[in-house]
């Protein structure tokens, strides 16, 4: 129903900044919630960031609170997140997810669609 591709990830130094992109096909973007995680070597995978599906609630983990904003624009199927002030300790690789509901959520499990994922490395 909905494929989701990551990219603009990369590599930073501390303090940098770096825009996260999802890509969406399928004609049914407008009804999802998107969400961002991240898992980092040897962690299990958390949850970043979450968008409703107009854009106008939005959620983070307290550790990017300040730093990242999530975002998304229907028209272009797309949504984003906006990395500022990154630190090391924000190195992951970092996933899509959606889920056809009108409620955000904190769990994997209850998101049925991921991307492949982009790798983003911050050096110190």
């Known amino acids: 129903q909905v494929q989701l591709e990551e990219s603009g990830g990369g590599l930073v130094q501390a303090g940098a900044s770096l825009r996260l992109s999802c890509a969406a096909s399928g004609r049914t973007f407008s009804f999802c919630v998107i969400s961002w995680f991240r898992q980092a070597p040897g962690k299990q995978r958390e949850f970043v960031a979450a968008?409703?599906?107009?854009?106008?609630?939005?959620g983070y983990v307290d550790s990017v609170k300040g730093r990242f904003i999530i975002s998304r624009d229907n028209a272009k199927n797309t949504a984003y997140l906006q990395m500022n002030s990154l630190k090391p300790e924000d190195t992951a690789v970092y996933y899509c997810a959606a889920k056809y509901s009108s409620v955000w959520s904190i769990e994997t499990r209850e998101y049925g669609y991921w991307g492949q994922g982009t790798q983003v490395t911050v050096s110190s």
């Open positions: 968008v409703s599906r107009e854009g106008g609630n939005t």
